[in-house]
């Protein structure tokens, strides 16, 4: 008997989900119930892994995935709580690389991100922003599943299924509303630039923060697959 993925427990919600499992052509699709079709810029190249597991190559020189700010509107978070997960094989470049994006720094929106060896959540605010932090939370050039939760004003980071020290620095105030106005990026901000370097698989976004739990469930499924 086959289980429909929506009928796991940690996956209940979930808004994107990207398996990438087209292995070609400059379109993948979300499996979630909501429709995200992202369109592949640069592009990024399709790769699979021994396993089968589908990934995506990033350049860091324009490569990136895009989704039309209509159809994203459902993941203009402001007062909510919020997922997002990611496996990543970063080549260790110094500087900002987006993860997801969907916002102007310092007027609206969000985007995870790393700098360097740090993992970092930004909301903005019409002029300012609020961000925390896990430091050297990233290890470069090996496979890791990386994830954030927003809870109220805290947050926490994730690597491989547990809890990794989050600096706060405050708080992560509510980001002011794009109102469908900015498009969903994977891998580059908004401006087109700070474009991520490296290999990355299964990017999911939940509108709740997932518990610790789900964090360990979602990595021990999948970490096989990814040498792990």
């Not at 908004?190 to 490296?198: H, R």
Request: one cysteine or more; a neutral charge; proline letters at 5%.
């Amino acid at each position: 008997m086959t289980i429909s993925t929506d009928k796991i427990g940690y996956n209940a919600g979930c808004l994107l989900r990207l398996p990438f499992t087209e292995y070609t052509g400059l379109v993948t699709y979300d499996t979630s119930k909501a429709p995200h079709r992202m369109t592949l810029t640069g592009p990024p190249t399709w790769l699979a892994m021994g396993s089968g597991q589908p990934y995506l190559s990033f350049d860091g020189a324009g490569d990136r995935l895009s989704c039309p700010a209509a159809s994203s509107i459902d993941l203009n978070f402001t007062f909510e709580d919020w997922t997002m997960l990611a496996w990543v094989y970063n080549a260790g470049a110094g500087g900002a690389q987006l993860l997801l994006d969907q916002g102007r720094v310092d007027v609206d929106g969000w985007q995870w991100f790393l700098f360097g060896t740090n993992i970092s959540l930004r909301t903005n605010q019409a002029g300012s922003h609020d961000e925390i932090a896990a430091v050297s939370g990233l290890i470069p050039n090996i496979w890791q599943l990386i994830g954030v939760t927003r809870d109220g004003i805290a947050g926490q980071f994730y690597r491989n299924g547990a809890a990794i020290p989050t600096l706060l620095n405050g708080g992560l105030a509510n980001p002011v509303s794009v109102a469908g106005g900015r498009l969903l990026y994977v891998g580059c901000q908004e401006a087109l630039a700070n474009f991520y370097v490296g290999f990355m698989a299964r990017p999911r976004i939940w509108p709740r923060a997932l518990s610790a739990v789900e964090m360990a469930q979602i990595f021990a499924v999948k970490r096989s697959r990814f040498g792990v």
